[in-house]
């Protein structure tokens, strides 16, 4: 069992691969039991180790939990019960240190490995049955969120389209206002030109008389 191989690599795929996401993102039991499996690979060569534990392989490991304290982790820094863990890799010794002692004793492991056990009997036993029921979920979910989004885009595309309309109704009142304009301009112009033709008319009959 990569449990207790310490073999983070295969145990974390195997977690995320057989866990539904909606478990573990979602359910408070299952993100405080990842919590905890994180800490116990991450100080693993601490405990197991024949002598002095490889320094760039504990690295490694501390690097990968420190990486889950800033990610996944994040969520649970504001509980009281998990936000001492987020000095863990900054202590030089924490085999020694008050607050990490808990963690190196074998009760504290077994303990851990029992809820493991019980969990993740309860989880894939109900994930079995209810595959179709979680896929039925996921989907509403995604649904959901692709109902917004098309509300959404409707609510702008609805706004767009009042904006373009109070353009086009300017656009054709002042085309309006422009033809009735252009419509006096052709009346004065065609007075003024009957106006010429009027008096051009009686000064060559004055002429003639």
């Not at 420190?66 to 019960?81: I, M, N, R, V």
């Not at 002042?174 to 419509?183: F, K, R, S």
Request: hydrophobic share 40%.
């Amino acid at each position: 069992m990569s449990f207790s191989d310490g073999d983070q690599d295969v145990f974390f795929e195997l977690w995320e691969e057989r866990i539904p996401s909606s478990i573990r993102e979602q359910e408070a039991v299952a993100q405080k039991l990842e919590f905890y499996l994180h800490i116990h690979f991450a100080i693993y060569l601490l405990k197991h180790a024949v002598g002095k534990p490889d320094k760039a392989a504990l690295d490694k490991r501390i690097a990968y939990f420190k990486t889950y304290l800033e990610t996944k982790g994040a969520a649970l820094s504001q509980t009281t019960e998990f936000l001492p863990f987020y000095a863990l890799p900054f202590v030089p010794n924490p085999m020694i240190h008050p607050s990490f002692k808990e963690l190196f004793q074998d009760s504290w492991e077994f303990d851990l490995k029992t809820r493991l056990e019980e969990f993740l009997s309860a989880t894939l036993k109900a994930s079995d049955s209810p595959r179709l029921l979680t896929l039925y979920k996921e989907n509403t979910q995604c649904s959901q969120e692709t109902l917004q989004q098309l509300h959404q885009q409707l609510v702008e595309s609805e706004r767009k389209t009042m904006t373009y309309l109070k353009r086009f109704n300017k656009i054709q009142a002042d085309y309006h206002n422009l033809i009735g304009v252009t419509a006096e301009l052709v009346d004065s112009l065609e007075a003024t030109v009957n106006g010429k033709m009027v008096r051009a008319s009686l000064e060559q009959e004055r002429g003639v008389s």
